[in-house]
């Protein structure tokens, strides 16, 4: 009987050991990001152990640690169904109660419930609750610091040699930028434990936020010394080569082929799970390696249940690889697949873009661009290039249109006044030569932005002489109005008296100028003694200017 009670008992602790191990092993695979290996391991232990309930909140707690890079729905539910679980293995177990509490921050819903009925369950003296409500707030959609340091520093005064409990600290300090408290956070949990190199990575985002790139690289190389495969050190290290690459154009071919060296590195040592890799396709994405972002994304397409994601990477990577209607396609396909709420402003500025390559599609690119320029200005600032190319192509109409979204741009280039005005300008010709009978709307447009250009830059003597063209045009074929004199007499004192060095290269414009200025002196002044004077300009420019010559006879001069 002694014998029989030895053997179970022996049995017991060695299922108690390969347990306790198991759980060691997929948190530190977690930690590694190795998320596919931990959910693996877990998914088996909550199969093997289903009365334990600490197996459920893990896995549950990895579903959300995964969950906000991409916010992906299906893992938040995922995450709920293993906390229930947990509670219907144990309803006495705190923890699943703050991953219920996480899961509604994770929704943008109120954990206040949840949270506290993980605090009643909580023993007086356990500190472990308020750990891990501390970590929800901080880690949720939208971090709620204040709240968490409330519960994290309640943890500390419960348990100050738990180096979990620093690490959340530094995390919560770094997430108000207070880096200095940050540090000396991180600092201790390391302290504390020598093995929790996590903290050391840490220290080297604080110094790669403060732009201490050198300071960052060498505490990576640190975690490398005392651990050749911790994946996280790599990942980070290649993050800040990618940022100290930009500082330096000398430099910076060098340091993104180390930055992508590196981040090969993590890949390696992850488990290249679909997480791990869309993580990758964020780092190709600002390291502008679109060929290989391109590749990437065509593999995870192939995968079972992709994330949608993949097809915003390629679209975004055909685009800048020139493969337009590749990237068009898979942005519709992207917007139909997501929720509203995923659509940000890239993606239709993207798809307008991609759309704008294709003449047939010029209306709906534009639409598009327009719904990116709403949501953020900024965009706008793409559509001077769009328009120009649009202007050179001589589509003068769709110019002006790109043009109008390009003004939202709040540092929009005093330039692309000028082409806005000339699109107008050249678009009210084309329909008048057209047959197409303009409306004087399309010239009123453009007075005013060469109105506004010369208003910003009075030196700018094209723009004088736009104005006195859009005028004239406006003033009747007799002239009589001589709306456009005042910007001819502009233009001609800016290129004769105040630069008279361009004289020479705009005599053709003169000429033009003079014209009309001696037209308007004769015509509604009566002037002919100073609409001679004009004249004899023209003709000392262009001595054979029959329109010149005929109107000296007309005027009773001598030619």
Known sequence: MNKAVKITLGLMLVGSAVFAQSLADARKAIDAEQYQKGKALLKTLTTSQPTNPENFFVLGNLYLTTSPINQRPDYIDSAKAS??????????????????????????????????????????????????IGKAYTYAAVPKIPEALTHLEKAKALDEKDAQVFLALGDAYRAQMKNSEAFSA?????????????????????????????????????VIALDANYGPAYRERAEAYQAWAWSSQKEYEGRIKQALENYE?????????????????????????????????????KLEKANARVLRYLAYSSFENGNYAASAQALKDFMAKVEPARIISQDYLYLGRAQMKDTTQLDEGMANIT??????????????????????ARKYEEAAKAYEIAMKNPDVALLDYFYLGSSYYFDYGAKKAAEQNPSNDLLVKADSAFS??????????????????????????????????????????????????LAAANGTNLVQAYTYLGSVAARRDGDNAKAKEYFDKVLALDPNNTTAQQAIKAIGGSK
Do not use: C
């Not at 899961?103 to 609750?129: C, S």
């Not at 300071?215 to 640190?222: P, S």
């Not at 965009?379 to 649009?390: D, R, Y």
């Not at 406006?474 to 233009?491: H, Q, R, T």
């Open 83 to 132: 906390f229930d679980k947990g509670i219907a293995a144990d309803a006495e177990f705190a923890l699943n109660y703050v991953g219920l509490g996480a899961v509604e921050l994770a929704k943008k819903g109120n954990p206040k419930a949840n949270f506290d009925k993980a605090l009643e369950l909580t023993k007086r003296k356990d500190h472990v609750t308020d750990l891990y």
């Open 186 to 222: 991180y600092r201790t949990a390391y302290d504390l434990d020598k093995t929790l190199i996590r903290s050391l990575v840490e220290l080297g985002k604080i110094n790669k936020l403060s732009k201490a790139y050198p300071e960052a690289i060498e505490e990576y190389n640190k």
């Open 265 to 301: 590195k993590y890949m390696d040592l992850t488990d290249r799970s679909l997480d791990s890799r869309l993580r990758h396709a964020d780092f190709l994405y600002l390291a502008k390696d679109f060929k290989a972002l391109e590749a990437e994304a065509n593999e995870m397409a």
């Open 371 to 392: 719904k990116a320029v709403e949501m953020d200005s900024t965009n706008a600032e793409v559509m001077s290039e769009i328009a120009l190319a649009l202007y050179k």
């Open 452 to 501: 506004y250009l010369v208003q910003r830059a009075p030196t700018t003597h094209q723009g004088w002489l736009y104005r006195g063209r859009i005028n004239r045009l406006l003033d009747g074929p007799e002239d009589e109005k001589g709306l456009a004199v005042p910007f001819y007499e502009k233009y001609v004192n800016l290129v004769t008296v105040e630069k008279p060095e």
